[in-house]
């Protein structure tokens, strides 16, 4: 579920499964942070398994084989653009969270962050401190 939070007056994510003792209130909503009006659809393409964070847009270059994984991803409508005879890429908005560099190591090397550089770097950082817990046996 997505709704208001009081602590972060922002939209967060819920899981309705966790819940209990949940009340009906009266009060104003906070729509600060909001963009109004809400799109839920364009808002859940970039989230990946409901973490939010700061969205930000991602230059990601996938192999051809991989079309299919990315329209079920983000959606049909997303624009592809032809790099290489084996490569396409695409520009899309997504919140940069662990979860989301776990989906792109799911996808091994069909997939390269190309930018922007600070997304990159993170998962490049994020990569290089696991390999270390392999190497330093």
Request: hydrophobic share 25%; charged share 10%; net charge positive.
């Given at each position: 579920m997505v709704a208001d939070h009081e602590r972060y007056k922002d939209i967060s994510n819920f899981r309705i499964d966790r819940m209990d003792s949940v009340v009906v209130s009266n009060s104003e909503r906070n729509t600060e942070k909001v963009e109004l009006p809400f799109n839920e659809v364009s808002y859940s393409k970039q989230l990946f398994k409901m973490y939010s964070g700061d969205a930000l847009k991602v230059d990601l270059r996938f192999d051809n084989s991989l079309t299919n994984i990315v329209f079920d991803r983000f959606g049909k409508d997303v624009a592809i653009y032809k790099k290489t005879e084996d490569?396409?890429?695409v520009v899309v908005e997504v919140t940069v969270t662990k979860t989301f560099f776990s989906w792109i190591f799911m996808l091994g090397s069909g997939v390269q962050i190309i930018g922007p550089v600070s997304v990159v770097e993170e998962y490049h950082n994020l990569l290089t401190e696991i390999n270390e817990?392999?190497?330093?046996?």
């Open positions: 490569h396409f890429s817990l392999y190497n330093n046996k």
